[in-house]
Structures are given as C-alpha cells and as structure tokens.
C-alpha cells in the first residue's frame, strides 16, 4: 500500500527565507504525487504535481517540487517566503485501485508559519 | 467553471442522529470522492463514486454510506452519529481517469 511521511508537523520561517517542506512517500509503482495547500476554514488547493516526464515541477504561487526516485522524496520549496503562505500544505501519493478507481493518501501536514 | 461545491458550510447534530451532506463537481466531472479531515487522523479516504457506481470504500463503519446521481452530484450519509464523527468532510472530483482531484471547500459537522 502506498504511504506518505511529511517530516516535521510545523515549520516556521521568516519572510523572505526559502521554504523547505519534506516528502517521502513509499509506493510499489511509479507514483503521482501532489501537493495540496489548505488555508484556515477552507478545502484543500491544488499547488503542484508530478504524474511523468520532468522530475521538476513548478507550480502556483512560485513553489516547486523536485521528484527524486533513488530517495523516495518529493519536497517543495519556495526560494521566498510571503505572508500570505502561511497555511497547512499537504503531500499525497495517488493510490489506483484498478479499473480507474483511485484514492489520495495524504501525509500528516505542515503547519507553515512566516515570521515578519 | 465553478469548481466544486459542498453543502452545507456548517452543521451541528446530535449523538444518534443521522446527516446528509451534498456535493455538485465541477461540470464535465463524473468522478466523486470523499474524504473526512480530523486533528487525530488526518484526510482519510471514505469513498469513490463514478457514474452512479461506487468504485471503493475506505475503512470507515457502515454508518456511512453515499450515492451519486445521473447528474454526478453526489451525497453522503452517516446514520447514528457519534462524537468521534465530528470532522471536515471534503469532497473531490476528477475528470475521468485523470488523477488529479480538485477539492471543494468542506462541510464541517460538529456532533454533540
């Protein structure tokens, strides 16, 4: 069965600094992985994903994530961090279950805090 | 497009009552999914439906069930609430069998 583990349940940065979320997953297929961003009392956004092709992936709001195979990983990074970033951001592994059924695993979260 | 919707925002029951929270995907979209969001678990997967059938389930208690319609709008039940059912509920939906799934802003059920 497919798994993610988020390293660290809360990051705080100050603003400007590079932000650094960490990803392992573990899946017995080649994955597609995702990252989601999830703002106080509201669903859960859609900031990148890998499926194939270009193991560097660039998304919304000037994150990226670099899929790395040997190690399992898919960070994401933002060389500055904005206020406005401060929020929960979630990794997640697709899980397909045959017959184009399919689920999202999700890791615990990060807890993302900017300081002024 | 309008992306998807839930309803309602916002519900408080009682222990042993039973709710039903709604779901419109974005147009085109006939698969739904469903996630409960908690503190303690985490976003745990409770089930897929597409073209009215249901694809999976996750490891959740009969107490909760779903439907989709004609229509790709989909509910979902929990009968006999308990405490432990206090959750956001997030629904998604995806086009076909492209993998990504588009979330809507959750129904929050407070069980009391």
């Known amino acids: 069965a497919q798994s993610v583990t988020q390293l660290g349940s809360h990051v705080s940065v100050s603003e400007g600094a590079l932000v650094l979320l960490r990803c392992n997953y573990s899946?017995?297929?080649?994955?597609?992985l995702f990252w989601y961003v999830q703002y106080p009392n509201q669903g859960l956004q859609l900031l990148l994903k890998y499926t194939t092709g270009a193991t560097l992936v660039k998304g919304i709001n000037g994150f990226e994530a670099e899929f790395k195979k040997s190690e399992t990983s898919f960070h994401l990074t933002k060389p500055s961090a904005h206020m406005s970033d401060a929020a929960e951001y979630f990794c997640?592994?697709?899980?397909?279950?045959?017959?184009?059924?399919?689920?999202?695993?999700f890791g615990q979260g990060t807890r993302l805090t900017i300081n002024p | 497009k309008a992306g998807v919707t839930q309803t309602p925002r916002y519900l408080i029951k009682t222990r042993g009552q039973q709710v039903t929270l709604s779901c419109s995907p974005i147009?085109?979209?006939?698969?739904v999914s469903w996630y409960q969001q908690t503190p303690g678990q985490g976003l745990q997967f409770l089930f897929e439906y597409f073209s009215e059938t249901q694809r999976n389930k996750g490891n959740f208690p009969g107490r909760f069930s779903g439907r989709q319609f004609s229509n790709s709008r989909s509910e979902m039940n929990v009968s006999t609430l308990e405490l432990g059912d206090s959750a956001l509920y997030l629904c998604a939906s995806r086009q076909g069998l492209e993998e990504t799934q588009y979330f809507g802003p959750g129904t929050r059920l407070l069980v009391l």
């Open positions: 147009s085109g979209h006939r698969s």
């Open positions: 997640a592994v697709s899980d397909s279950l045959g017959q184009g059924a399919q689920k999202l695993v």
């Open positions: 899946s017995s297929v080649p994955p597609y």
